[in-house]
Each structure stands twice: as C-alpha cells, then as structure tokens.
C-alpha cells in the first residue's frame, strides 16, 4: 500500500547488479493501462519486455536521483537478469500475474495501517489540501482518481488480507515483509529477502543500506530517512483515528500488524 517503505524497499532491489528497476509501467504513459484482469499472457509478456527495454525516465525515476531522493547504482550488469516493479496500484491484478507467471516472485511490504495512515495524511504530495483527515481516512476517496488506486484503510484491510492468503498458499512465490522490521534490522531483512528472491547480497547493497541510516533528505519521497519516522504515528496520529484502527482490528487476522 501507499506510504508504506515502497519506495525504499524498491531501491534495497534495485541496488542488485543483477536487477533493472522500474516504477508502475501501467500507471506511466507508455503503457498506460493497458493490461486489466483479462489480460493474455502474451499482452503481460508485451508491457514487461517493453518496461524492460525502454529508457523512460518515469519507470526509471531519473528525476528522483537527480534530486538525490533515490540513488544512483553505478554497479549494473551490462543486461540485468531481472526485471524489478514497483507499484502501489493495480493491486486488482496481483493474482492474475502469479497465475500466468512461474518465474515471478512478489515482496509486499506491510506497515502497520497506524503509520501508513499517518504517513498518508501528513504527505503534501499525497493527501489533498483541502481534504478533511476524518472524512478521508478511512475510504481514501479523495485520492482515487483513475483505474487501479488503493488508498485509505478500508484499502488496507482488503489488500492486506489478499497478501496474507497467497504468502500462505504461494510462500515459494509470495514473502511478507514487514516495513518495522526491515527498519529495526535492515541487513539481516535484506538478506533474508535477496535469499526468496535469489539474489546475491554485494557489497552495493550494504553500502546503501549503512547510508540509508546515516544520510537523511528531508523530503517526503526520499529513501534517506531518518529511523524514528517508523514511530511518528504514536504522538501524531489522532487519537480517535488511532484507536478505532487498534480497536477494529483487534482479535483478527490482521491484528499482527498492530504489534
């Protein structure tokens, strides 16, 4: 979901030698959505040969690392063996892509519902200025604009429980991390992620993992953040948005990502 350690978590892959990134095809004018639930296996095979090969600075986030808010992996195979996305949307088509794909593996990145809440609520890129915080938590209407957006934690629930259920029946295709852990423990986390994804753990990765913690940007869409962003939420989140996610998913599945 939205705000939840995509963007770092995409940059800890991308830093393998042996992997080419790339931020939601669908959502970037080339390929603007051109796939849906339908889809062939064939227009699949189009849209990801075509995100590999192209050199569109969207998919790419070419502006982000001008900007120094990604990095720039001067470490790359001259033709990368893999094929990384990013996508905080089209969570409609998660399913579909495990069906038509062996050799495709999935890493969703969990955060407890009361820091990525926050973290929405307080991104001036990402919540609308003249939206109302407890009239748009929970639904995230305000920031649906087109096909395949996932915002608010009704959004939160229902994608989480789809992760839960195919980590359970895939967990040779689909891992679970966890956005605190990876935090708290981002060596170990990563290793243990490179391991599922059978990637090997290079030098380039732990120099950006050490820099993440000891470089911080101060903006929003930077990867440099300082660690105590995970904990923001305890002291900023309001109290009745706070307490009625803790109370609704108490005693549920989902209650582990509460803890």
């Known amino acids: 979901m939205p705000r939840s350690g995509t963007s770092w ?6 830093s393998s030698p042996e992997v080419r990134f790339r931020l939601s095809p669908l959502f970037s004018y ?26 569109n600075e969207f998919m790419d986030q070419t502006y982000r690392r001008k900007a120094g808010e990604y990095p720039v992996f001067e470490e790359k195979d001259k033709e990368p063996e893999y094929l990384a996305i990013k996508d905080t949307r089209f969570h409609n088509l998660t399913e579909r892509m495990l069906i038509l794909f062996d050799n495709l ?36 209407a305000c920031r649906k604009k087109g096909y395949g957006e996932f915002w608010g934690f009704d959004d939160w629930k229902l ?8 980590a359970g029946k895939l967990p040779e295709k689909f891992l679970i991390q966890r956005y605190e852990k990876l935090v708290d423990d ?12 059978g990637l090997e ?19 929003e869409y930077a990867v ?22 803790i109370e609704e998913l108490k005693g549920t599945e989902l209650e582990v990502f509460i803890k």
């Open 186 to 197: 981002p060596l170990g986390e990563t290793k243990g992620m490179f391991d599922f994804l």
């Open 9 to 14: 978590l995409s940059q800890i892959i991308d």
């Open 224 to 245: 440099f953040k300082n660690p105590c962003v995970k904990d923001r939420w305890h002291k900023e989140l309001r109290p009745e948005i706070r307490e009625t996610i």
């Open 105 to 140: 593996k999935m890493i969703a990145i969990v955060r407890n519902p009361c820091g990525a809440i926050h973290s929405w609520l307080t991104s001036h890129g990402e919540f609308p200025s003249e939206a109302s915080p407890l009239k748009e938590w929970r639904t995230g």
């Open 30 to 55: 080339e390929f603007k959505n051109q796939l849906n639930e339908a889809s062939s296996r064939d227009e699949w095979l189009h849209v990801f040969q075509g995100a590999y090969n192209s050199d």
């Open 201 to 219: 753990y290079k030098k380039q990765t732990d120099l950006f993992l050490r820099q993440c913690h000891s470089t911080h940007v101060a903006n």
């Open 159 to 166: 994608v989480t429980k789809m992760h839960l259920r195919l």
